[in-house]
């Protein structure tokens, strides 16, 4: 991201503030009427995707006045016209090959980390809870001596310490969630849950998830998160 990066989430409010006014809607972000909840799904979206992709990063006033002009028309029952705005800024509503590389090393905590996670849940109320991230194999496991404890070489010791700290370890958890998993070991810890909490957590389904089966799993999540982002549109 460029020097400019601090003001593009404000930039990046503008249109939806604007968008909301011409709704007229003072109850929409709780209203959960089917098309208040696709427009809400849409602008959450795009604005994920207009900070990702720096979409605002060189903006200028005729920019903002030219999204304001394509929003003027909108009234209380227009979808938000996500599409109509990205390519207004002359950006694609998904992420390319060399995006998605980039994305999968974002690492625990990062700037942008929760948003791309958040992208992963489609269909999840962010309203009325409180989501942490949480290292599925837990964080505490990956020290030194304690991979050199368990007979790893070098090159797995830094194989394990380059992966578990990015997405392919990270989940999105409630708070009451991730205080119960808390430094349960994976492998424990996922006999608890059901099938659609894996599917919803893009779980891989492995014959084992222990400990040294970590390499593994994280290779075979990163191809699950690659394929759920390249169907965002």
């Known amino acids: 991201m460029g020097s400019t990066s601090n003001v593009v989430a404000p930039l990046a409010l503008l249109p939806i503030a604007f968008y909301l006014m ?11 009427k089917a098309e208040d909840a696709d427009a809400q799904v849409a602008i959450r979206k795009w604005f994920i995707f207009s900070i990702l ?3 605002f990063g060189g903006s200028s006033d005729t920019t903002l006045t030219q999204l304001r002009d394509l929003l003027s028309t909108c009234g209380p029952a227009t979808p938000f016209p996500a599409d109509a705005l990205c390519k207004s800024l002359e950006i694609e509503p ?3 090959n060399t995006e998605i590389d980039h994305v999968l090393e974002y690492a625990y905590q990062g700037r942008y980390t929760n948003l791309v996670l958040s992208l992963l849940y489609p269909d999840r109320d962010w309203k009325d809870a409180v989501f942490h991230e949480d290292h599925i194999f837990p964080k505490s496991e990956f020290q030194v001596r304690a991979l050199k404890k368990r007979g790893y070489d070098d090159a797995k010791v830094q194989a394990y310490l380059s992966k578990h700290n990015i997405l392919s370890n990270l989940q999105l958890l409630t708070d009451s969630q991730n205080l119960s998993k808390n430094a349960t070991p994976f492998d424990e810890w996922i ?3 059901d099938a659609a909490f894996r599917k ?3 779980i891989p389904d492995l014959p084992t998830y222990g400990f040294d089966s ?9 191809a699950l998160i690659l394929a759920a982002l390249k169907q965002l549109q």
Do not use: I, V
């Open 53 to 55: 992709k720096n979409a």
């Open 200 to 202: 919803r957590h893009l």
């Open 94 to 96: 998904r992420f390319n």
């Open 214 to 222: 970590f390499e593994e799993f994280s290779k075979a999540r990163a």
């Open 22 to 32: 011409k709704r007229g809607n003072s109850s929409f972000d709780t209203s959960s």
């Open 191 to 193: 006999q608890t849950r």
